[in-house]
Protein backbone atom coordinates (compact mmCIF):
# COMPACT_ATOMS: atom_id res chain seq x y z
CA UNK A 1 0.00 0.00 0.00
CA UNK A 2 1.08 3.24 -0.69
CA UNK A 3 1.30 6.42 1.48
CA UNK A 4 -1.72 8.34 0.05
CA UNK A 5 -4.26 5.28 0.17
CA UNK A 6 -2.96 4.54 4.00
CA UNK A 7 -3.47 8.64 4.29
CA UNK A 8 -7.48 8.02 3.13
CA UNK A 9 -7.73 4.81 5.09
CA UNK A 10 -6.28 6.68 7.95
CA UNK A 11 -8.65 9.69 7.79
CA UNK A 12 -11.95 7.51 7.25
CA UNK A 13 -11.44 5.38 10.35
CA UNK A 14 -10.67 8.47 12.08
CA UNK A 15 -13.96 10.38 10.93
CA UNK A 16 -11.86 13.23 9.61
CA UNK A 17 -8.83 15.07 8.48
CA UNK A 18 -6.05 14.78 10.41
CA UNK A 19 -2.20 15.83 9.88
CA UNK A 20 0.39 13.61 9.07
CA UNK A 21 3.61 14.60 10.29
CA UNK A 22 7.60 13.44 10.62
CA UNK A 23 8.43 11.71 7.52
CA UNK A 24 5.31 9.73 7.17
CA UNK A 25 4.87 9.46 3.47
CA UNK A 26 8.69 8.40 3.15
CA UNK A 27 8.65 5.82 6.27
CA UNK A 28 5.26 4.46 5.28
CA UNK A 29 6.30 3.41 2.09
CA UNK A 30 9.35 1.74 3.37
CA UNK A 31 7.67 -0.44 5.91
CA UNK A 32 6.65 -3.97 5.09
CA UNK A 33 3.20 -4.57 4.20
CA UNK A 34 2.73 -6.77 8.03
CA UNK A 35 4.20 -3.35 9.45
CA UNK A 36 1.55 -1.28 7.29
CA UNK A 37 -1.33 -3.65 8.86
CA UNK A 38 0.31 -3.16 12.29
CA UNK A 39 0.12 0.60 11.88
CA UNK A 40 -3.70 0.50 10.16
CA UNK A 41 -5.19 -2.27 13.05
CA UNK A 42 -3.25 0.09 15.82
CA UNK A 43 -5.00 3.17 14.41
CA UNK A 44 -8.06 0.98 14.82
CA UNK A 45 -7.66 -0.14 18.27
CA UNK A 46 -6.65 3.57 19.28
CA UNK A 47 -9.87 4.63 17.96
CA UNK A 48 -11.87 2.12 19.58
CA UNK A 49 -10.67 2.93 23.15
CA UNK A 50 -8.62 -1.01 23.58
CA UNK A 51 -5.43 1.36 23.36
CA UNK A 52 -4.39 3.30 26.61
CA UNK A 53 -3.36 6.92 25.85
CA UNK A 54 -0.61 8.77 27.54
CA UNK A 55 -1.59 12.70 28.99
CA UNK A 56 0.28 15.22 28.31
CA UNK A 57 2.45 17.32 30.85
CA UNK A 58 2.81 20.27 28.67
CA UNK A 59 -0.37 20.68 26.48
CA UNK A 60 -3.59 20.38 28.10
CA UNK A 61 -6.51 18.01 27.22
CA UNK A 62 -3.84 16.21 25.08
CA UNK A 63 -3.36 12.72 24.90
CA UNK A 64 -1.01 10.43 22.78
CA UNK A 65 -1.16 6.73 21.52
CA UNK A 66 2.45 5.47 21.26
CA UNK A 67 3.49 2.24 18.84
CA UNK A 68 7.00 1.02 18.83
CA UNK A 69 7.70 -1.08 16.16
CA UNK A 70 9.70 -4.20 17.16
CA UNK A 71 13.33 -4.75 15.46
CA UNK A 72 12.83 -1.53 13.71
CA UNK A 73 14.06 1.67 13.83
CA UNK A 74 10.72 3.42 13.72
CA UNK A 75 7.79 4.92 16.14
CA UNK A 76 4.61 6.57 15.56
CA UNK A 77 2.64 8.60 17.70
CA UNK A 78 -0.96 9.56 17.63
CA UNK A 79 -2.51 12.22 19.13
CA UNK A 80 -5.93 13.62 19.84
CA UNK A 81 -7.46 16.03 22.18
CA UNK A 82 -9.17 14.48 25.12
CA UNK A 83 -12.97 13.47 24.75
CA UNK A 84 -12.75 14.83 21.19
CA UNK A 85 -10.85 14.69 17.68
CA UNK A 86 -8.19 12.93 16.92
CA UNK A 87 -5.47 15.49 15.62
CA UNK A 88 -1.78 14.29 14.21
CA UNK A 89 -0.56 10.95 13.21
CA UNK A 90 3.37 11.19 13.59
CA UNK A 91 5.84 8.27 11.79
CA UNK A 92 9.31 8.52 12.28
CA UNK A 93 12.50 6.95 13.25
CA UNK A 94 13.32 6.95 16.94
CA UNK A 95 15.44 10.06 16.92
CA UNK A 96 12.91 12.15 15.86
CA UNK A 97 10.18 10.22 18.01
CA UNK A 98 12.07 10.95 20.88
CA UNK A 99 12.03 14.77 19.96
CA UNK A 100 9.02 14.98 19.54
CA UNK A 101 7.61 13.21 22.68
CA UNK A 102 9.51 15.32 24.13
CA UNK A 103 7.80 18.11 22.81
CA UNK A 104 4.03 17.33 23.61
CA UNK A 105 4.91 16.42 26.97
CA UNK A 106 4.32 12.50 26.29
Not at 43 to 59: A, F, M, Q, T, Y
Not at 76 to 81: E, F, G, R, V, Y
Request: charged content about 35%; some cysteine.
Amino acid sequence: MLHNEAREKIEVILGGKISFEGHFNMVFDNLKENRQKQLIGWIKECKEGKSNPISSDKVKDLLGFILRFRDTNFRAILTKKKNEYFIALFLDKHKYYETERRKLGI
